[in-house]
């Protein structure tokens, strides 16, 4: 089977329904955006050391995709007050080893944590696009809360991969603002 169409040559894709639409509408902006962040999660993986964060990484990734299957039409919310709660219970196990935080943190590190950060924008990101979407669609709020804890847990991660490397975090000083 070829993987190319050519059916979007013209600068449409198709729905889950079968009806065609323009590659910019809202819908394709958010499985765009979910993807490059899919993606960018499998980037921090292959620079991450096998482990808890990695697996769970992993376990985020498809995630993910049940997230963007709900939006796209495919299944009803996949996302459960549990997984909202998991991502809450890494955030806490992390964040219990880090010293206390009392300036901003300007992106970058290590690789990892560097990727992690832009794990984290993208998160947000995919979350505005969310937000657009439900204000036109009536979906589930938990996959929302997913996706703001998510990137929640991505700085903490961020902080902790540059924390037990030893990398010092760079700051954002009063002078900078």
């Given at each position: 089977?070829?993987?190319?169409t050519r059916t979007g040559d013209d600068g449409t894709t198709?729905?889950?329904?079968?009806?065609?639409?323009?590659?910019?509408?809202?819908?394709?902006?958010?499985?765009?955006?979910?993807?490059?962040?899919?993606?960018?999660?499998?980037?921090?993986?292959?620079?991450?050391?096998?482990?808890?964060?990695?697996?769970?990484?992993?376990?985020i990734q498809c995630l993910l995709f049940r997230i963007g299957?709900?939006?796209?039409?495919?299944?009803?919310?996949?996302?459960?007050?549990?997984?909202?709660?998991?991502?809450?219970?890494?955030?806490?196990?992390?964040?219990?080893?880090?010293?206390?935080?009392?300036s901003f943190v300007i992106p970058g590190g290590t690789p990892?944590?560097?990727?992690?950060?832009?794990?984290?924008?993208?998160?947000?990101?995919?979350?505005?696009?969310?937000?657009?979407?439900?204000?036109?669609?009536?979906?589930?709020?938990?996959?929302?809360?997913?996706?703001?804890?998510?990137?929640?847990?991505?700085?903490?991660?961020?902080?902790?991969?540059?924390?037990?490397?030893?990398?010092?975090?760079?700051?954002?000083?009063?002078?900078?603002?």
């Open positions: 089977m070829k993987i190319y198709s729905l889950p329904d079968g009806r065609r639409t323009d590659k910019t509408d809202w819908r394709i902006e958010l499985y765009g955006t979910m993807d490059e962040l899919n993606s960018y999660l499998g980037l921090l993986t292959s620079v991450m050391k096998d482990g808890r964060d990695k697996d769970f990484i992993s376990e299957n709900e939006f796209a039409g495919f299944s009803q919310s996949t996302v459960s007050a549990s997984d909202v709660a998991g991502l809450e219970n890494e955030i806490d196990r992390l964040q219990s080893s880090l010293p206390p935080l009392h990892a944590a560097a990727t992690c950060h832009v794990c984290r924008a993208l998160c947000r990101r995919a979350e505005r696009r969310m937000l657009s979407m439900t204000e036109r669609n009536t979906n589930d709020n938990t996959s929302l809360a997913f996706m703001n804890r998510l990137s929640d847990y991505l700085f903490v991660l961020a902080r902790n991969l540059n924390f037990i490397s030893n990398t010092a975090e760079k700051t954002l000083t009063i002078s900078c603002i």
